[in-house]
């Protein structure tokens, strides 16, 4: 494992040890709203905390862009972190949440992890070098289209102007596939396209936090990433489609029929 690598697994285990330790009193946990929908709790300050005290020992020197405390330094070497992927789920004691972390250097993303604490399910991918569960290669499914495929989604709860456009496309989905799935986590969500436990995902609105290491495990495993107008700009948009090549142009069209962007 490469060592950049090595250090953001370290860093991701000690943030899921953190809110392990805390998951049984969650509902004596403080938290705060940041925005409508948005919510912070202190688990998420001290894992974030964690996570780049880790980093920032191991490479003073290299940028970090953390969901609760933003940017910070300006490097080629870029630290994409959230803490606790899946916060309401987390103070709701429901158990689907994950640690993400992953590293862009001159803009391109190099390495992954995501950590689901519960589980204890560790995932990974360097570009070029494959991604992983747990040490077992990903591959995403091979499925040719919608029918009996299982999706992955996240409702624009952030983004309500869209509402429509969103249930017009998720009524087109829901008709023809297996099931749509919404548990919470996107980050958990792209790893599970990598993993072949869902076969395709889509959402509005994310965060480059949300979806950086989950986007280059599932390009690692086989599949395409990509924004709604399937071009590359999904960290910049937030507008994020994924699976098998086949199955993720399907999604496309089917969003771009609901007008959804």
């Known amino acids: 494992m490469h060592p950049l690598l090595n250090t953001a697994v370290k860093a991701a285990r000690r943030a899921g040890n953190i809110i392990v330790r805390n998951y049984e009193r ?6 705060s709203q940041k925005k409508d929908n948005d919510f912070v709790t202190e688990v998420d300050i001290f894992a974030e905390n964690e996570i780049k005290d880790i980093l920032k020992t191991a490479y003073p020197d290299h940028a970090i862009l953390a969901e609760e405390s933003g940017r910070d330094g300006n490097n080629d070497f870029l630290w994409i972190i959230d803490p606790l992927d899946g916060t309401t789920n987390f103070a709701h004691q429901f158990p689907h949440f994950a640690v993400s972390v992953a590293l862009q250097v001159k803009g391109k993303l190099e390495h992954a992890v995501i950590y689901d604490p519960i589980k204890q399910e560790l995932f990974t991918a360097s570009n070029g070098g494959g991604a992983f569960l747990d040490g077992r290669r990903l591959r995403v499914k091979n499925r040719k289209n919608l029918q009996g495929a299982l999706i992955g989604t996240g409702f624009p709860f952030k ?3 869209i509402l429509d456009q969103y249930i017009d496309t998720f009524k087109d989905i829901f008709s023809e596939s297996a099931g749509v799935r919404r548990a919470g986590a996107a980050s958990l969500d792209l790893a599970y396209v990598a993993a072949g436990r869902l076969d395709g995902f889509w959402e509005a609105g994310l965060k480059p936090w949300d979806i950086a290491a989950g986007a280059l495990l ?6 395409v990433v990509t924004d709604f107008s399937g071009n590359g700009g999904y960290l910049d ?3 994020t489609v994924a699976g098998n090549i086949k199955l993720h142009n399907e999604l496309i069209n089917k969003i771009s029929a609901g007008n959804l962007s």
């Open 26 to 31: 969650a509902d004596s946990v403080k938290i």
């Open 159 to 161: 983004n309500k102007e």
């Open 237 to 239: 948009s937030g507008n």
């Open 218 to 223: 599932v390009i690692e495993a086989g599949g």
